[in-house]
């Protein structure tokens, strides 16, 4: 049976792990509340309600698409399409295709800036490897203006943080949010993690100190790794209610 992502493939090992996933998942949430198009995930009032749940839906849709045979990835992909089609209908407007090009390519950077962090350095082929997976998701979405290959992505990538980024109302209420579903110590872990994954532009809007103290404790998480003691520092990132999600994370 035909996978949409090869079993041997870097992408299953980026989104096979619950400590880069969960880097990926503060980078995310980061730029869906600078996002210009962030109001379209107000408007059903999913997401100011429960943002941790909602990015969690997000990240699961993603894994679902990256571990399944094709033709239930592809059906995942429909869905989110269909759902998406939903509440254009009821708003009575269309969502910008480069708000849904903003969407994939967070997952295609903090796929790869998780990793190199947490990992090793990616080669090249990895990386094109990476966009190639996140680029037929976007095909299949019927998105448009998708870049060709890796290298045009990086190009496209940086024209869409300088035009579609901003710190607005909503980016200020959703960081309320965060802060009020973590509780304040977990808060400013997510800060500090934010430091460490996401691009320059985003930081200055963010008005994120240079300091990165977090970044110290890189090699010692990576060290508390094999002796298993990663899995209580993830159970203290996230709030309890959240626990069984992180485990699922780790089960591929």
Same mark, same amino acid.
């Given at each position: ?14 989104w ?10 503060? =980078? ?16 059903? =009032? ?25 033709d ?9 399409t ?6 254009e209908?009821?708003?009575?407007a ?59 992505w ?28 973590? =509780?304040?110590p977990?808060?400013v ?63 591929l």
């Amino acid at each position: 049976m035909e996978n949409f992502v090869e079993n041997n493939s870097i992408v299953r090992k980026i989104w096979g792990k619950a400590d880069t996933i969960l880097f990926i998942f503060a =980078g995310s949430a980061a730029e869906f509340a600078l996002n210009k198009a962030v109001d379209w995930l107000y408007f059903t =009032g999913r997401l100011p309600a429960d943002p941790l749940g909602r990015l969690f839906s997000t990240v699961e849709y993603a894994r679902m698409i990256v571990f399944s045979p094709l033709d239930a990835a592809n059906a995942a992909i429909d869905r989110i399409t269909s759902i998406h089609s939903a509440v254009e209908k009821n708003r009575q407007a269309t969502i910008p295709d480069w708000a849904y090009r903003d969407v994939l390519y967070m997952l295609i950077y903090y796929s790869i800036t998780s990793f190199e962090l947490l990992e090793r350095k990616m080669t090249r082929e990895e990386k094109e490897e990476v966009y190639d997976v996140f680029y037929r998701v976007g095909f299949r979405m019927g998105l448009t203006l998708l870049p060709a290959n890796y290298t045009d992505w990086l190009v496209s990538r940086e024209e869409h943080l300088q035009n579609d980024l901003v710190k607005s109302s909503f980016t200020i209420d959703l960081y309320k949010q965060y802060e009020k579903h973590l =509780g304040r110590p977990r808060f400013v872990v997510l800060i500090e993690s934010q430091k460490l994954v996401l691009p320059a532009i985003a930081k200055n809007l963010l008005g994120f100190q240079k300091t990165e103290w977090l970044k110290l404790f890189v090699p010692i998480y990576k060290l508390s790794k094999r002796v298993y003691a990663d899995r209580l520092i993830k159970y203290f990132l996230l709030p309890k209610k959240y626990h069984t999600q992180i485990r699922a994370l780790d089960n591929l």
